[in-house]
């Protein structure tokens, strides 16, 4: 009797364990996932050319051979390059969601003498052809295996659109035709005309991109074409897209079509756009509306390999836009607000001098903007890029400090690469902006105890803001000034979430009041320390050798 006993009480047992560990497997797969929202997106910006050489067979064409100054030739870096690096899950670990990488169209084949020595187009901002990629940067079948692999780990794919001007003139670059561009006069920016009707720089053709002429295409780009066997593929595609669109054959129009190509064939998820005030206003509304219907097309024909119903996105470049002047932008005679005209997100200037301003100022400002006068739309956060000479931490000195204050304020944060390992940006023997450019210090990563701890801090927020698009797009909220707590809120549709910031905080023992985020008895996990402790009477007690808790609800 009793061994039946025992076999009855050992399959009621087991029958509960299944039942305990089917509920357990239900709850953990009915847990919402997290979506992916542009306005709190953490968006990786590299120079193609120095982040990673992945491909060394392409490292020299067109006879690119001569000298250049320091820092200003090719170095190697492609996009087989950064898809590796995709592959390692290096983003992965930085809680990267996007890549926005330098121009990778063909570039022009010779250097130019800037006065710092022969320069090449290594940055890709000289475009000699817009239909065709430059082979130091790989292949077009390497751009489609990199956004196939991206979209494998959840990255989104920028690339960095220059409709403005085209490459420097040259003894084997020829001029595009003067129905395209103009050579002068040289802005002055003293009003809208001579800021969008002028050269940036001698020597920088300008596209009349406020033209209505139709104009036929450059001879010499005929004649590359026809080298290469797609002049006729080329030109009816052209036709197609006029005859659709009904716009006039005008030079903004072709650049258009051809920047907009690589969303219909490969689908991309965004464009920075460069030198966005620099042309008018009109030319982006056109861009975006092109944009949006190639991105439209893309998601129609690859039904399987659509993400979400995310739209597709847009950063412009209006050199000096600072957040506190809200929508508008001021050339002196005439404000013009860019997120009407073609812009999901403008690039915030203005964020490296705030970043000087302690925690609060920050954090409340940057939310109280977005969630109010731009609203539905965001800017995108730096510290330090492949041209702002005057960087927060030009010395890398406040890595650590650089790393809180970009990646817990609300907005988009933009991480230059090397930002998370403390690239150093003063080269000696550069002149201008190529001290910015150094190519990715990845032994650095490998063998540098203070280079890892550095990385491990950017990695541990990178993720807790991934994890959590309330802290790029959600409400502040500051809850203690001292110690300094604050709680981030995001809501949208059916999908919530809270977190619970501690900043500077004593090392060792804490006991912090969370009652405003969290309800007694909810187990509560620190991002940082990957601590779980519960929450009593309104407070948490948690002991790390840490000055920082990134609570989020187990």
């Not at 201008?432 to 990563?445: H, K, P, Q, V, Y």
């Not at 059916?494 to 405003?516: H, N, W």
Request: hydrophobic share 35%; with cysteine.
């Amino acid at each position: 009797m009793k061994k039946y006993t025992r076999l009855l009480l050992l399959l009621t047992l087991s029958f509960f364990t299944s039942c305990t560990t089917t509920q357990s497997v239900s709850v953990k797969n009915s847990k919402k996932k997290v979506p992916f929202v542009w306005e709190a997106a953490s968006v990786y910006f590299l120079m193609t050319d120095r982040f990673n050489n992945g491909d060394k067979s392409n490292d020299v064409n067109f006879d690119r051979t001569k000298t250049a100054g320091k820092l200003r030739g090719f170095e190697g870096g492609d996009i087989k390059g950064i898809t590796k690096k995709i592959d390692e899950g290096y983003f992965d670990k930085l809680g990267i969601n996007a890549i926005w990488f330098t121009p990778i169209v063909e570039q022009i084949h010779d250097a130019v003498d800037e006065g710092t020595g022969l320069s090449y187009a290594f940055h890709g901002y000289w475009a000699r052809d817009w239909t065709a990629l430059d082979p130091n940067y790989g292949t077009k079948a390497d751009l489609a295996n990199l956004v196939k692999k991206a979209h494998a780990h959840g990255i989104r794919i920028v690339l960095d659109g220059v409709i403005n001007h085209t490459g420097p003139v040259t003894e084997v670059d020829v001029a595009w035709p003067n129905y395209w561009v103009r050579t002068s006069p040289v802005c002055d920016y003293k009003n809208y005309q001579n800021t969008t009707e002028c050269t940036l720089v001698a020597n920088l053709p300008d596209i009349r991109t406020e033209s209505t002429q139709n104009v036929d295409l450059p001879p010499f780009l005929i004649e590359k074409w026809k080298k290469e066997g797609r002049y006729e593929q080329e030109t009816t595609e052209l036709d197609a897209f006029f005859k659709r669109t009904g716009y006039p054959k005008t030079p903004r129009y072709y650049i258009i079509k051809w920047l907009t190509d690589y969303i219909t064939e490969y689908g991309i998820d965004g464009y920075r756009a460069d030198t966005v005030k620099h042309t008018e206003e009109s030319v982006w509304a056109d861009f975006k509306t092109q944009s949006d219907y190639a991105f439209a097309l893309w998601k129609k024909n690859n039904p399987t390999k659509v993400l979400d119903n995310n739209p597709f996105y847009t950063i412009a470049e209006v050199y000096n836009y600072n957040i506190s002047a809200g929508k508008n932008f001021d050339f002196g005679d005439k404000k013009v607000n860019y997120f009407e005209n073609g812009f999901n997100n403008m690039i915030n200037f203005e964020f490296k001098q705030d970043a000087q301003k302690d925690y609060e100022f920050i954090f409340s400002k940057y939310s109280t903007i977005l969630n109010g006068e731009l609203k539905g739309y965001s800017v995108l956060n730096y510290l330090s890029s492949h041209d702002d000479g005057s960087p927060f931490d030009a010395k890398r000195t406040k890595s650590i400090e650089a790393a809180t204050k970009l990646l817990l304020s609300p907005g988009v944060a933009q991480v230059y690469y090397g930002d998370e390992s403390a690239r150093s940006l003063v080269i000696e023997g550069t002149q201008g902006d190529a001290t910015l450019r150094s190519f990715m210090n990845w032994d650095a990563i490998k063998v540098n105890s203070e280079t890892k701890k550095t990385l491990a801090h950017w990695r541990k927020l990178g993720k807790f803001r991934k994890n959590h698009p309330a802290i790029g797009a959600g409400v502040h909220k500051e809850i203690t000034a001292q110690p300094y707590s604050f709680s981030r809120t995001y809501a949208k549709g059916d999908y919530k979430d809270q977190v619970f910031v501690g900043l500077d905080l004593p090392i060792g023992r804490k006991i912090l009041e969370v009652s405003a985020v969290f309800a007694d008895g909810t187990r509560v996990r620190d991002a940082y320390s990957n601590q779980v402790v519960e929450v009593k009477k309104g407070r948490i007690k948690i002991k790390t050798d840490y000055d920082i808790v990134l609570l989020e609800k187990r």
